[in-house]
């Protein structure tokens, strides 16, 4: 699976949006773009995923650049609840295994 | 989103004993589990992948004589810690996979705390 860089922290101003980056410039066509989040002492949990196009859900947005060798995680209203440490996998498929690389730490503050 | 649950959440044992940790999947079948460690302020690190009905496979480095793995049925896989040490103790995660609209992905349990005394 493809390698992601991902800054190692960011802070952010509740209320306000958060934007994640994350490279993954040597990426293949049939590689998936995976977001998780893990918030202290608990297990990750799944946010979103995409392949080409833009996706949105309930929890964020996920936009994939054109090249697909990046992408940006979109929290719209960030909360205090939203701290945690936010990893980007790119994998083939759900069922692989996935690799975990540092994430970024993201603290939201009031 | 799929439901994945581990138990206990929190062991606490001696060193040279050997810790049982289940991870079911509450509300879907699951072929496939996997096992994850995390040491402190590290990241995870996948241990072994689970098969229901077959032997798992383990990562590189992972002894599997220690880590026993059993996933006997599509929504349980058991994860043994035998002869348990101090360096042992670490966050354990399981993950299946599930479904997030109509395509699969990996649903994390909550994780159990291990600690060998």
């Known amino acids: 699976d493809a390698k992601t860089t991902q800054p190692p922290s960011m802070d952010c101003a509740e209320g306000r949006a958060a934007n994640l980056p994350c490279n993954h410039s040597?990426?293949?066509?049939?590689?998936?773009v995976y977001w998780y989040r893990q918030i202290h002492s608990q297990g990750p949990q799944y946010i979103i995923h995409?392949?080409?196009n833009n996706e949105t859900n309930e929890m964020a947005s996920l936009i994939i650049t054109e090249d697909r060798k990046s992408s940006t995680l979109i929290l719209p209203h960030a909360t205090l609840r939203d701290t945690a440490v936010y990893y980007c996998i790119v994998s083939k498929a759900a069922g692989n295994k996935l690799t975990f690389g540092g994430g970024t730490r993201v603290l939201v503050k009031p | 989103g799929a439901v994945v649950s581990q138990h206990p959440s929190w062991v606490i044992c001696k060193s040279g004993t050997s810790v049982k940790i289940e991870c079911r999947s509450l509300d879907f079948q699951a072929t496939t589990m996997f096992w994850y460690r995390q040491f402190p302020k590290q990241s995870l690190m996948l241990m072994a992948t689970s098969n229901e009905g077959s032997k798992a496979t383990y990562e590189q480095g992972v002894e599997k004589d220690k880590f026993l793995i059993n996933h006997a049925s599509l929504t349980l896989s058991t994860l043994t810690v035998t002869s348990a040490h101090p360096e042992d103790s670490s966050f354990y995660i399981c993950?299946?996979?599930?479904?997030?609209?109509?395509?699969?992905?990996?649903?994390f349990g909550p994780g159990t705390r291990l600690l060998v005394l």
């Open positions: 995409g392949l080409k």
């Open positions: 040597t990426i293949s066509g049939n590689e998936y």
């Open positions: 993950s299946a996979i599930g479904l997030a609209g109509a395509e699969e992905t990996q649903y």
